[in-house]
């Protein structure tokens, strides 16, 4: 799939970062970094987009150990990466209720983010981590969560 990732097509390129990561899923794999650099070094958005989506995918139920690639995929310049950072929290942290305050703050800081498509990554990734929580500890989110949904 790497071969077919370094061909720089855009169709098939996001589709093998897509792939490796349904490859890689909830390993944590240390092809993220690889695949993270690759999609500085693309210009296709194909690409940028189905390598975040990757990313997405090997950090799924992974929790702290997707932390480090959290933060430097949330400070990107690139939105597209800070959208993919967004899947990486929510997949990581999916329903868990571990770091819960963590992780809300971070999204809400993105939920404020300059770029539609990232407030909208922000949201999902805010239900998914408070997904299948007890009704006491989704209750002092609520708020945000509606907030959350009206921006987006």
Same mark, same amino acid.
């Given at each position: 799939?790497?071969?077919?990732? %370094?061909? /720089? /097509?855009?169709?098939?390129g996001e589709?093998?970062?897509?792939?490796?990561? @349904?490859?890689?899923?909830?390993?944590?794999?240390?092809? $993220?970094?690889?695949?993270?650099?690759?999609a500085h070094?693309t !210009?296709?958005?194909?690409?940028?987009?189905g390598l $975040?989506m990757? @990313?997405?995918?090997?950090? %799924?139920?992974?929790?702290? $150990?997707? /932390?480090? @690639?959290?933060? !430097?995929?949330?400070?990107?310049?690139?939105?597209?990466?800070?959208?993919?950072?967004?899947?990486?929290?929510?997949?990581?942290?999916?329903?868990?209720?571990?770091?819960?305050?963590?992780?809300?703050?971070?999204l809400?800081?993105?939920?404020?983010?300059?770029? /539609?498509?990232?407030? !909208?990554? $922000? &949201?999902i990734? @805010?239900?998914?981590?408070?997904?299948?929580q007890?009704e &006491?500890?989704?209750?002092?989110f609520?708020?945000?969560?509606?907030?959350?949904?009206?921006?987006?």
């Amino acid at each position: 799939m790497k071969n077919v990732l %370094y061909t /720089d /097509d855009a169709v098939a390129g996001e589709a093998a970062g897509i792939g490796m990561g @349904l490859l890689c899923c909830g390993t944590g794999s240390d092809k $993220a970094q690889e695949m993270l650099a690759y999609a500085h070094d693309t !210009q296709h958005e194909k690409i940028i987009r189905g390598l $975040a989506m990757g @990313l997405a995918l090997i950090s %799924y139920g992974i929790e702290e $150990a997707a /932390d480090t @690639l959290i933060e !430097q995929m949330s400070r990107e310049q690139d939105p597209i990466l800070r959208y993919g950072a967004m899947y990486v929290l929510g997949l990581a942290y999916r329903g868990t209720g571990t770091g819960l305050r963590e992780a809300v703050s971070l999204l809400e800081g993105m939920l404020n983010d300059n770029t /539609d498509f990232v407030r !909208q990554g $922000a &949201s999902i990734a @805010l239900a998914l981590v408070l997904g299948q929580q007890p009704e &006491s500890v989704v209750e002092p989110f609520r708020k945000k969560v509606s907030l959350a949904a009206v921006w987006a």
